[in-house]
């Protein structure tokens, strides 16, 4: 079992950066895909980047893609989510998700992913 803690969400105002983090215990992520997710009030979890296990191949949702940078440290089993020049509408609750399969391909696909965060909150002022 996997267990995945998200941080560094925050009220932030528009225009500036956050780092999300996502650190895992219980088992390695290092070989899995792994991808952050948001959802924001009255609207369904939708995909916002995935990284493979390698860090080799990355995917973003066209909504953030040019501000947002997936990475991932193997040794620290921890996924990073850095976002850039924020947006009011990025406002959300981001969640860290993780596929269980080695090897697995990355995948902006909800029901891909086995383990999920508990989420932490972004809100963007204007």
């Known amino acids: 079992q996997v267990q995945l803690v998200e941080s560094g969400g925050g009220l932030v105002q528009a225009g500036v950066s956050l780092r999300l983090s996502c650190a895992a215990s219980?088992?390695?992520?290092?070989?899995?895909?792994t991808g952050w997710f948001r959802q924001a009030p009255g609207k369904e979890r939708e995909f916002v980047a995935a990284?493979?296990?390698?860090?080799?191949?990355?995917a973003y949702a066209d909504s953030v893609k040019g501000r947002v940078t997936i990475s991932r440290d193997n040794v620290k089993n921890t996924v990073y989510l850095q976002m850039n020049s924020l947006k009011p509408e990025d406002t959300a609750v981001y969640y860290c998700?993780?596929?269980?399969?080695?090897?697995?391909?990355?995948?902006?696909?909800?029901?891909?992913?086995?383990?999920w965060g508990q989420g932490t909150q972004v809100t963007v002022s204007s």
């Open positions: 998700a993780a596929d269980r399969r080695i090897g697995s391909r990355l995948s902006w696909e909800i029901n891909e992913y086995d383990y």
């Open positions: 219980g088992r390695t992520i290092s070989s899995t895909a």
């Open positions: 990284i493979s296990w390698s860090g080799g191949n990355t």
